[in-house]
């Protein structure tokens, strides 16, 4: 079982960026693809991108391509996602999750708030 | 694109009773690649079942999936109420890589 602690809330503003930190313990991390899942308030789930640290391989959701970054550090067991571009619609609870064909272990979300 | 839709939208029942939801995908896929979330309010999402119809790791046996192709099924059999609460079908596979479904609400009428 994969522990997932994720850094704390933030608040950007329109046009800047927002990274997002998601740090594991238990299990072995290069053996994990990490994803990144967003849920703005009162909506569904919403696939944002994954990487694959064995391989350094990351995928993104389409609509995301161009502006978001999934990076992933071996030695600290910590993987990033990076949102740039900001508006108000990028305002939601982001999710870091392990995957396999599905989602086994979450962690708590980090709330980002994007205001002027 | 594969598109998952749910159904109902919410679902008003009593403790006891049995709840049912749907997930229709607008094309085949795998029954492999098909699985099922719970989320309570201010809490992460929990995988329920995954391959259409395996419990995931502490799933009480009140939980089934079931189905093939383009339509699957939720059941939940008894309900308690920490089972109330939003329910996702997801599917793995094409582009996007991972979708989800709108959820279904399952709320004590």
């Known amino acids: 079982q994969v522990h997932l602690v994720q850094s704390g809330a933030a608040v950007s503003r329109p046009g800047s960026s927002v990274k997002v930190s998601c740090e594991a313990s238990?299990?072995?991390?290069?053996?994990?693809?990490f994803n990144w899942v967003r849920q703005a308030p009162g909506q569904g789930l919403e696939w944002v991108g994954r990487?694959?640290?064995?391989?350094?391989?990351?995928n993104y959701a389409e609509r995301f391509q161009d502006r978001v970054t999934i990076t992933a550090d071996t030695p600290t067991a910590t993987v990033y996602m990076e949102l740039s571009s900001l508006t108000s619609d990028d305002t939601a609870v982001y999710y870091c999750?392990?995957?396999?064909?599905?989602?086994?272990?979450w962690g708590q979300g980090t709330l980002v708030v994007v205001s002027s | 694109e594969i598109v998952l839709t749910q159904s109902p939208g919410t679902l008003s029942l009593s403790p006891g009773e049995r709840a049912t939801l749907s997930c229709r995908a607008s094309r085949s896929i795998s029954s492999y690649y098909l699985a099922w979330y719970q989320q309570r309010p201010g809490q992460a999402p929990r995988l329920l079942i995954y391959?259409?119809?395996t419990r995931a790791t502490g799933v009480p046996q009140r939980f089934t999936g079931s189905g093939s192709g383009t339509d699957f099924t939720l059941t939940i059999d008894k309900l308690e109420s920490e089972d109330f609460a939003v329910y996702y079908c997801?599917?793995?596979?094409?582009?996007?890589?991972?979708?989800f479904g709108p959820g279904t609400k399952v709320e004590i009428k």
């Open positions: 238990g299990g072995t991390f290069t053996k994990n693809a």
């Open positions: 990487i694959l640290p064995s391989v350094a391989i990351t």
């Open positions: 999750a392990t995957s396999a064909e599905y989602f086994q272990n």
């Open positions: 391959a259409t119809s």
């Open positions: 997801q599917k793995y596979g094409n582009s996007p890589l991972f979708s």
